[in-house]
Nanobody, 115 residues
Framework: QVQVVEFGGGLVQPGGSLRLSCTAFGSIFSINDMGWYRQAPGKQRELVASITSGGSTNYADSVKGRFTISRDNAKNTVYLQMNSLKPEDTAVYYC?????????WGQGTHVTVSS
């Protein structure tokens, strides 16, 4: 059994920064890809960024140059550093982890960008 838990999130002013983290717990053999998704009110869930176990990254165009994804394989943890935040970044952010071909999702953490 694998559980994925997100940490971080909250309220931040436009232009501010926030760091999210996500850790996979449980009977873990190896985590493959890990990623962050977000879902804004009334919109579909979308990929924000992903990272392979080898460190290759992929970003949505809307966050390139502002967000950075990284991971610590020893801790089964992925991070999302979000800079220059905009109101349109407001959403529930979900962590996703691929463990042996099965996808596991966190409960989500709220990020609100507002003055």
């Amino acid at each position: 059994q694998v559980q994925v838990v997100e940490f971080g999130g909250g309220l931040v002013q436009p232009g501010g920064s926030l760091r999210l983290s996500c850790t996979a717990f449980g009977s873990i053999f190896s985590i493959n890809d890990m990623g962050w998704y977000r879902q804004a009110p009334g919109k579909q869930r979308e990929l924000v960024a992903s990272i392979t176990s080898g460190g290759s990254t992929n970003y949505a165009d809307s966050v390139k140059g502002r967000f950075t994804i990284s991971r610590d394989n020893a801790k089964n943890t992925v991070y999302l550093q979000m800079n220059s935040l905009k109101p349109e970044d407001t959403a529930v952010y979900y962590c996703n982890a691929d463990h042996r071909g099965w996808e596991y999702w966190g409960q989500g953490t709220h990020v609100t960008v507002s003055s």
